[in-house]
């Protein structure tokens, strides 16, 4: 099986590629800024991972992406859109000017990246007749943030998506599903783990954080084909933090 994954070189994304690899899947995936974690990865896993540095921010530097992966790997079966960011943003102790940045660029990272690299990489599928796509999103979507809500509506946007693809290609032989993530063991949840880490854990009836390789266990099952008929689901990995 060919996979692309975009934000491949650490945290959730880093866990997916081991775990594909794991499954016997070539992997091609994306980074932006740091190349050393994605020579590193590339190196660990040897010959049948690719990595590749995308801004997915930049809609023309898309179609080319899909290009080289096309030509590295024969074909894509799967998409992962892993890459995302956050940032805090709160209502209030902010200016306008950095509220506004705050909301351009998560939405153009977290969601018209995503939906621009998906509808290149839909158009090849359907020529294909299959294809699966797999959005990581955020309990964020489901529950609304109190200091970065340009983060959960970015998230519930790429929901929704999901379920759009779900109705709109399964005709065409492709799949989507969503990953729903509450606080796992990454770089981008340090930050806040450090200062509340505490409080977090007593939220999470499970009593602890979550690790990337187990979000990662449920995106190669999903990858596998073995979920095709939860089309258009989203399934959440939160601990029982936020049970809908």
């Avoid at 759009?164 to 930050?191: W, Y």
Wanted: aromatic letters at 8%; proline letters at 2%.
């Amino acid at each position: 099986m060919n996979v692309l994954v975009t934000g491949g070189s650490r945290g959730i994304g880093a866990a997916i590629v081991r775990a594909l690899h794991a499954s016997g899947s070539r992997v091609f995936f994306t980074y932006n800024n740091n190349a050393a974690a994605a020579n590193r990865l590339r190196s660990e896993l040897g010959e049948a991972v690719t990595a590749a540095q995308c801004d997915l921010q930049d809609p023309d530097a898309l179609p080319a992406l899909v290009a080289a992966c096309i030509e590295r790997l024969g074909s894509i079966d799967v998409l992962v859109n892993n890459a995302g960011i956050f940032e805090w943003n709160p209502f209030f102790e902010n200016t306008y000017e950095r509220w506004q940045r705050g909301w351009a660029r998560t939405f153009a990272v977290n969601v018209f990246g995503s939906v621009n690299l998906t509808y290149l990489v839909l158009q090849h599928m359907r020529e294909r007749g299959s294809g699966r796509i797999l959005n990581i999103v955020s309990r964020s979507s489901h529950r609304g943030e109190l200091s970065f809500a340009d983060y959960g509506a970015s998230k519930a946007a790429l929901n929704n998506f999901t379920k759009s693809i779900a109705r709109s290609c399964a005709k065409d032989g492709i799949v989507s599903i969503a990953i729903a993530p509450g606080f796992i063991e990454t770089e981008m949840a340090a930050g806040e783990l450090e200062e509340r880490r505490a409080e977090v854990e007593a939220e999470i009836p499970a009593g602890r954080v979550g690790t990337p390789e187990e979000v990662a266990a449920i995106a190669a099952f999903f990858c596998s084909g073995a979920g095709d008929y939860a089309n258009g689901t989203t399934i959440d990995v939160n601990g029982g933090s936020y049970v809908r």
